[in-house]
């Protein structure tokens, strides 16, 4: 009587959303560093409106997808790249495609937080002024709105023209939130955002990226489990450049399918 | 993915190996205590030996005990642990076993305390026969759910869930024929009455196996397969994990 019975063959270890649902759509993209294979063969789809998380050990190519989505390995010469990302079904890696415009679509928040050395009002309207915005009254209100959905203005709307530097670590992060969304980006892409901040601090950031679902479609690379646990739908563990398993958030974190996953998750070795 | 009684060893923090092994083998212990007391609680009442009734009675109270002390370990773990996946399953299996396994020790406390009475009253009841028989059978279901959990054995688990619906149609017929036994003989209704609640303890003994062994198939599988039909479960695909 083998009612519960053992492993057969595993499936693919691929969720799936309908192009409709789908942000991004990834097929079977291989990333390299002179020569150095980064990811290998990944096929995924990254849902809209909906928080992504991508896990696993350093250097297993999770920041390297993250980046992979606004083109910043283009930055890198020796980057090589097959297969194909496709954001609202474009290419976009296609002949017509515009870099900088990719950019505004798909903004990006990294670790440390990095406001530039100005005025708290300045480092938002950047962006803004960067495309030729120069009304006051359209910049102040692009400002105003910006800090509000980074859940900063209240703490800053009496220092807009102080330094930037002068903010906590958490306010600094949120303000680069602040000046990402000044731009209206459809995507967030969020590159261990909370590792350098304190506690208090960091749920604020994951109360905001609960808050932004509503309006964007966001994208975190997180060390911390817990964290991918709190704030994500969805969740891919991406180990040695694979993409191991891809699943429901709740269901990566319950029971996971693979033991791969099971191991790294409940910190045992592999 | 399927786990194994050893999953819970191979952590980088032996201090969280060591957490749940003690959770495991403080349930262990827990669940030896309980069989105890069943065992002893059927024994005083089929030889009649009073003293052994009352020892049962006053043991529930460390059956009590080591509820709290695992509950209060499982709370532990979970604060600073923040367990996942299987390690989550596993507390939150012992938190449920631990209820589980002090209701039955309330059940033993019940049928030490008719047995009591019977013994009191003097009168060799009827129906000592099914009690003998119903009480093999969910003592054996106990054993099994307590080693199905210490094994992470699905297959034995199933067992056990299959035995409870056994238990529950032999209950009813010894409920029928102890009818009968009153209808015959009026003055045996006293004494038969503690006889049929000592057969409604066992029988909510089988039922609290049932839910033991019900926490092993979520524990090593994952599935939750409470308010299940456990005949529909031959259909569904409860393993393709890998």
Not at chain 1, 109 to 136: C, E, T
Not at chain 2, 54 to 82: G, H, S, Y
Not at chain 2, 133 to 148: F, G
Not at chain 2, 223 to 235: C, G, K, N, P, Q
Request: glycine share 6%; hydrophobic share 40%; proline share 3%.
């Amino acid at each position: 009587m083998s009612v519960i019975h053992s492993p057969s063959a595993a499936p693919s270890p691929i969720v799936d959303f309908a192009d409709a649902a789908s942000c991004f759509v990834i097929d079977d993209l291989t990333l390299d560093y002179a020569g150095k294979p980064a990811l290998s063969g990944l096929t995924l789809r990254i849902p809209r409106q909906r928080v992504t998380a991508f896990i696993g050990p350093s250097g297993c190519g999770k920041s390297t997808l993250l980046r992979a989505l606004n083109r910043l390995h283009d930055l890198n010469d020796e980057a090589g790249r097959q297969g194909r990302i496709r954001l609202e079904g474009t290419d976009i890696h296609g002949d017509e495609v515009d870099v900088a415009e990719l950019r505004r679509r798909v903004g990006m928040v990294f670790q440390a937080p990095n406001p530039f050395p100005m005025s708290v009002y300045d480092n938002v309207a950047f962006g803004l002024r960067l495309q030729g915005i120069k009304r006051k009254r359209v910049l102040d209100e692009a400002v105003e709105s910006a800090l509000a959905s980074a859940a900063l203005w209240d703490e800053v709307k009496d220092r807009l023209h102080g330094s930037a530097w002068a903010l906590s670590g958490g306010q600094q992060q949120r303000l680069v939130i602040a000046r990402t969304l000044a731009v209206q980006p459809e995507v967030l892409l969020l590159d261990e955002p909370a590792s350098a901040l304190d506690p208090i601090s960091t749920l604020k950031i994951e109360e905001l990226i609960r808050g932004l679902k509503s309006r964007l479609t966001l994208v975190l690379v997180t060390h911390n489990m817990q964290q991918a646990a709190r704030v994500s739908d969805y969740t891919a563990f991406l180990q040695a450049g694979e993409l191991v398993e891809y699943a429901a958030t709740d269901r990566l974190f319950t029971n996971p399918r693979l033991t791969r996953t099971e191991n790294y998750i409940t910190g045992r070795m592999s | 993915m399927d786990i194994t009684s050893d999953t819970h060893s191979q952590h980088i923090s032996n201090q969280f190996n060591q957490e749940l092994e003690d959770l495991k083998t403080h349930l262990m212990a827990m669940g030896g205590l309980v069989e105890k007391q069943i065992q002893d609680a059927i024994a005083a009442l089929l030889e009649g030996d009073s003293r052994l009734a009352e020892r049962v009675r006053d043991n529930d109270t460390a059956v009590n005990d080591m509820q709290l002390k695992i509950d209060e370990e499982c709370t532990r773990v979970l604060a600073r642990r923040q367990p996942a996946a299987s390690d989550l399953r596993l507390v939150l299996a012992v938190i449920r076993a631990t209820s589980d396994l002090e209701r039955i020790g309330d059940e033993a406390n019940k049928i030490a305390r008719n047995a009591l009475s019977l013994a009191e009253s003097g009168r060799s009841a009827r129906g000592f026969v099914e009690v003998r028989h119903i009480s093999e059978h969910v003592r054996n279901m106990v054993r099994d759910a307590l080693t199905a959990f210490a094994r992470f054995d699905t297959e034995l688990a199933l067992k056990v869930v299959r035995e409870d619906d056994a238990v529950d149609s032999e209950y009813t017929s010894a409920m029928r024929s102890l009818v009968t036994f009153m209808m015959e003989d009026p003055r045996s209704i006293t004494s038969i009455l503690s006889v049929m609640w000592i057969l409604r303890a066992l029988e909510r003994i089988g039922d609290h196996a049932d839910n033991l062994a019900e926490y092993v198939i979520y524990l090593v599988k994952g599935l939750d397969i409470r308010h299940s039909d456990v005949d529909t479960l031959d259909e569904r695909d409860l393993g393709s994990k890998g």
